[in-house]
């Protein structure tokens, strides 16, 4: 599903979100950092092309408890059918005022090999998830169940997530920090100028620990940077 091409996932594992907003910013790109939604425990990078899943708002002679017996729900399908790799994104209008998953589900979809779970709205049993190795990302916790505020519509079709527009198999990065989404035509060379900007950034850190003014140095406006990025990038090996 994914057309990352062989390192850029492993390079996408060592960026920051940040540095991919800047990366992504430079090629015209301002609205691809979902708003509102933050990580439930602290850990690695979460990288995996988006499946998507779509609410509306909830209709009460639809959304019933009777309905999750039906094996066309969209979140239960959707939940089963999600490709092992991928990341399940979800779309609940910013509205966390019910659950758009829970522990259950989110469970299924890590024994399912799903890279994360994302959510604009909340997710429900939220001590449980932040257990669990998979990543999770939402804007809050909520209790009531999905069907009080949300109808599941449309599975794997484009949706809008934290106000960005998510289409299915763009590239999803998470870190602990927040969430990008890719464009899946631009991810390799995204990945690649990512990882170089890092090594960049990292020389810049260890530059002002060491007392050195941004003033020339970031960004490199002072002929010297580069050479005395080259020789810093050779003694550390990277």
């Known amino acids: 599903m994914s057309d990352l091409e ?12 940040a540095t991919l907003t800047t ?3 430079k090629r015209g790109l301002k609205n691809i950092y979902l ?18 899943l779509r609410y509306i708002p909830a ?9 999750f017996a039906d094996r066309n729900n969209a979140q239960r399908k959707g939940v089963e059918e999600c490709p092992s790799g991928a990341v399940f994104m979800i779309d609940s209008r910013m509205d966390a005022s019910a659950a758009s998953a829970g522990c259950i589900l989110a469970t299924r979809l890590q024994a399912r090999g799903c890279r994360g779970i994302v959510t604009d709205g909340g997710f429900r049993d939220t001590p449980d ?9 939402h804007s809050r916790p909520s209790a009531p169940t999905n069907l009080t505020k949300h109808h599941a519509v ?26 990008v989404c890719i464009p899946r035509h631009m991810a390799n060379e995204v ?6 900007m890092t090594v960049f950034e990292d020389f810049v850190l260890d530059m002002v620990k060491q007392g050195a003014s941004t003033f020339g140095l970031y960004p490199p406006t002072d002929p010297s940077t580069k050479d005395r990025f080259n020789t810093w990038r050779l003694a550390k090996g990277k």
Do not use: W
């Open 191 to 196: 990945a690649n100028e990512a990882a170089e």
């Open 129 to 137: 998830i932040a257990e669990l190795d998979m990543p999770a990302f």
């Open 59 to 67: 209709r009460e002679d639809l959304d019933h408890l009777a309905s």
């Open 23 to 25: 990366v992504l910013f």
């Open 35 to 52: 708003q509102g939604v933050s990580r439930l425990r602290p850990g690695p990078n979460m990288v995996g092309p988006a499946y998507t």
């Open 154 to 179: 449309a599975v794997n079709d484009p949706i809008a997530c934290g106000g960005v527009s998510v289409f299915p198999g763009d590239i999803i990065v998470g870190d602990n920090e927040g969430v």
């Open 6 to 17: 062989e390192g850029a996932f492993d390079k996408l594992m060592s960026v920051s979100t």
